[in-house]
């Protein structure tokens, strides 16, 4: 079986690269660094050079797939879901022209909004690039997995989290799911492994349970020993923060709409089930994974 992975040294992707060895595949890596994403694994990975926004080179790359794990990077322009939609028709033509039967996109919960939810409206829009493949042609199947917020989103909060305050645009009492990377690459390597699916699916991994920004820094500074506070940023606050700090206005709307989008009644489509709630909570995540982050970084 030939299963290919692209982003695969990112958070996902190299839990997924350990789930598919494991399992006697050796997996195809599709990575602007195949010598990072060779990194540990040697010979039992077969890594290659590829950009997402270059058709000709991700056609080359998905010769003779048979199972697609697609990870589409955020642009590097003045527009990320621009960038989105750039990637997402390379990988589709070349998903068209090889006619590889499955393909997961490692897509977010709030993509079914369309509009209105940021960044995550260029991962709606390539939903929609590879629905239009499925729809034209019953050998090209295809799963969305409807992502929660990640646990290591946490990472980016180091300097915040050892202030003792953290700063969200969200209400600091709306739970919504929080989720742990390595269950994601969990259910995608489950649905890469499989054969006999068809269609168009979706799937949305929420994590353990719901949890607020109070629940998830009362649980950090629990893990921490120590308190972490969440402060509430007006809207135009942050936009004139991030504004300030060089950003177009497009990248400022694409971080301001992933929040923003996703309050003021937002519920995701896909219900809490027990199909769609993983294991990893997110004390044992900030155990194994923030506090040695956090120590490494004083």
């Known amino acids: 079986m030939e299963i290919a992975i692209t982003a695969p040294s990112g958070n996902v992707g190299r839990h997924l690269v350990g789930h598919?060895?494991?399992a006697g595949v050796r997996p195809r890596l599709l990575s602007r660094h195949p010598g990072r994403a060779r990194a540990g694994w040697g010979d039992l990975v077969d890594a290659r050079a590829v950009d997402l926004r270059d058709a000709a080179a991700v056609t080359e790359a998905t010769r003779g797939v048979d199972a697609l794990y697609l990870i589409v990077p955020p642009g590097e322009g003045d527009d990320p879901v621009a960038g989105y939609v750039e990637a997402g028709e390379a990988v589709a033509a070349a998903i068209a022209a090889n006619r590889v039967p499955r393909t997961v996109l490692q897509s977010s919960v709030g993509a079914e909004l369309r509009k209105g939810a940021g960044e995550i409206d260029g991962l709606a829009r390539v939903e929609e690039l590879l629905d239009r493949l499925a729809a034209a042609d019953p050998g090209l199947a295809v799963t969305h997995l409807r992502c929660g917020y990640f646990f290591s989103n946490l990472l980016f909060e180091l300097d915040a989290i050892r202030s003792g305050s953290v700063s969200v645009l969200l209400p600091p009492d709306q739970r919504f799911g929080w989720v742990?990377?390595?269950?994601?690459?969990?259910?995608?390597?489950?649905?890469?492994?499989?054969?006999?699916?068809?269609?168009?699916?979706i799937r949305a991994v929420h994590g353990p349970r719901?949890?607020?920004?109070?629940?998830?820094?009362?649980?950090?500074?629990?893990?921490?020993?120590?308190?972490?506070?969440?402060?509430?940023?007006?809207?135009?606050?942050?936009?004139?923060?991030?504004?300030?700090?060089?950003?177009?206005?497009?990248?400022?709307?694409?971080?301001?709409?992933?929040?923003?989008?996703?309050?003021?009644?937002?519920?995701?489509?896909?219900?809490?089930?027990?199909?769609t709630t993983t294991d990893t909570t997110l004390g044992a995540w900030a155990w194994a994974e923030l506090r040695p982050a956090l120590a490494a970084s004083d």
């Open 210 to 275: 719901d949890l607020s920004w109070n629940d998830a820094m009362a649980v950090v500074g629990e893990v921490l020993g120590r308190t972490v506070t969440v402060q509430r940023v007006e809207d135009d606050v942050m936009r004139a923060t991030l504004s300030g700090a060089g950003l177009t206005e497009a990248q400022v709307e694409a971080i301001m709409g992933m929040s923003t989008g996703l309050r003021d009644g937002f519920v995701p489509e896909q219900p809490r089930t027990p199909e």
């Open 20 to 22: 598919l060895v494991r």
């Open 180 to 201: 742990a990377p390595a269950d994601i690459a969990m259910v995608g390597a489950s649905l890469l492994l499989r054969p006999d699916w068809s269609g168009r699916h």
